[in-house]
């Protein structure tokens, strides 16, 4: 089993700045990628960002240029820069983990999600 404790989030305004983080636990050797989903209320969980621990990532079309996505190799943490952010930025944000190869990213943990609000 793999123990996802996300940290940060909270209330922003519109255009600032926020970062989260993700830190794994547990059996983390069974996992090589993390990632950020996000679902608004009334919408579809949506993928945000993923990284590879070899450093491959994935952004969803909305976030690209505005979000970063990092990770800490060492500390099993992947941090997700938030920039520029839009009111239709507002979700909980889940940290998800799994693997990354041919099929691309797979996620079979999930964090419980953090609370992202944008104030205009």
């Known amino acids: 089993q793999v123990q996802l404790v996300e940290s940060g989030g909270g209330l922003v305004q519109a255009g600032g700045s926020l970062s989260v983080s993700c830190a794994a636990s547990?059996?983390?050797?069974?996992?090589?990628?993390i990632g950020w989903y996000r679902q608004a209320p009334g919408k579809q969980r949506e993928l945000v960002a993923a990284?590879?621990?070899?450093?491959?990532?994935n952004y969803a079309d909305s976030v690209k240029d505005r979000f970063t996505i990092s990770r800490d190799n060492a500390k099993n943490t992947v941090y997700l820069q938030m920039n520029s952010r839009k009111p239709e930025d507002a979700a909980v944000y889940y940290c998800?983990?799994?693997?990354?190869?041919?099929?691309?990213?797979?996620?079979?943990?999930w964090g419980q999600g953090t609370q992202v609000t944008v104030s205009s």
């Open positions: 998800a983990a799994g693997l990354y190869g041919s099929n691309g990213f797979q996620f079979k943990y």
């Open positions: 990284i590879s621990s070899g450093g491959s990532t």
């Open positions: 547990g059996s983390s050797f069974s996992i090589n990628a």
